[in-house]
């Protein structure tokens, strides 16, 4: 088993997760207070979120529990769990937004505008804080990622909002408040695109984005000794954590245990693959993995130091 170490960053999700709590309940009850939609679609998307910092807040945390004779990874990998159901969370909400803005189209309501710029206008103060809480690390953990990207969309939708209700305000276009309405679910709809994407392909265990497999491929076909190469897998673990299993065949080479150190070092500096694992392999035609219980290897074979398969 390996021990890795963990920042502490669940102090953070704690307070953008309160904060953004006690926002929403604020919005929700100035949106019926008023009848705005906008600010009623607004609190729902926050109340989304709020579940949604709770997921990446229970994840930061299961991410620290040590690894067990179980749970020989730890639970790393509840940081890839949390955006997916986050992501799929608000597709939802987006949906319902769009659905009962639509139907306001036909009769919008009489909306106060003054209040809906006042309460928008804290809203941006409140999401960038909190996005300002989560920003350390969001662009290598997908957890913090989705957390990050779900604050500054929600700023800018805050500002929309501001805008809208000085349309409403100033000039009495009421069809203002749907249509703000609507853009909030657009802009859902399309902030969760990518994070659902990237959510569902780490849990299906895909190459993580950034990272080039053929790259690696080749780098590691041109190390010292190295004749073929097979069985290379790569995907994440969790938060900054990337893993990659590959089979070296280096016939006649004595020096296996600080060449696997070089290649390890080597692997973290150029793709940031911090948790690799290299079988070495002496023969000059092993396909070990090729068997019935690994059909992932029938469907790779191996390659030789020609690129060319077997």
């Not at 920042?7 to 997760?17: E, I, K, L």
């Not at 928008?120 to 350390?136: P, S």
């Not at 203002?176 to 802009?187: E, F, K, Q, S, T």
């Not at 070495?280 to 191996?302: K, M, Q, V, Y």
Request: glycine share 10%; net charge negative; proline share 4%.
């Amino acid at each position: 088993m390996h021990g890795h170490p963990h920042a502490d960053g669940t102090r953070a999700f704690a307070w953008v997760t309160l904060i953004n709590l006690a926002y929403t309940l604020l919005e929700a009850g100035y949106g019926f207070a008023t009848n705005s939609l906008a600010l009623l679609s607004d609190a729902v998307h926050n109340l989304g979120d709020v579940l949604g910092l709770a997921l990446a807040w229970g994840a930061a945390v299961l991410a620290r529990r040590p690894p067990t004779a179980r749970h020989t990874y730890g639970w790393r990998r509840a940081t890839l769990l949390s955006p997916l159901a986050n992501a799929l969370l608000l597709v939802a909400f987006s949906g319902a937004l769009g659905w009962e803005a639509i139907r306001r189209f036909s009769a919008p309501p009489e909306v106060p505008g003054l209040p809906v710029m006042v309460v928008a206008a804290l809203g941006i103060a409140v999401n960038l804080g909190a996005a300002w809480l989560v920003r350390d690390g969001h662009a290598q953990d997908l957890n913090r990622r989705g957390a990050f990207l779900h604050l500054v969309a929600d700023a800018a939708v805050s500002l929309a909002a501001v805008l809208a209700g000085a349309g409403m305000w100033w000039l009495g276009w009421t069809w203002l408040d749907p249509a703000m309405a609507l853009l909030i679910a657009v802009v859902v709809a399309a902030g969760s695109f990518g994070l659902l994407r990237d959510a569902f392909g780490a849990a299906m265990d895909a190459v993580p984005r950034g990272i080039d497999q053929a790259k690696v491929r080749e780098w590691l076909l041109a190390q010292p000794g190295v004749s073929a190469l097979h069985h290379l897998h790569i995907w994440s673990l969790g938060a900054g954590e990337i893993a990659m299993t590959a089979h070296l065949v280096r016939a006649g080479e004595a020096d296996h245990d600080a060449f696997i150190d070089r290649v390890n070092d080597g692997l973290d500096a150029h793709f940031g693959i911090n948790h690799p694992t290299l079988q070495i392999e002496r023969g000059t035609g092993c396909e070990h993995d090729c068997n019935d219980r690994a059909p992932h290897g029938h469907a790779h074979g191996h390659d030789d130091h020609d690129g060319h398969r077997h």
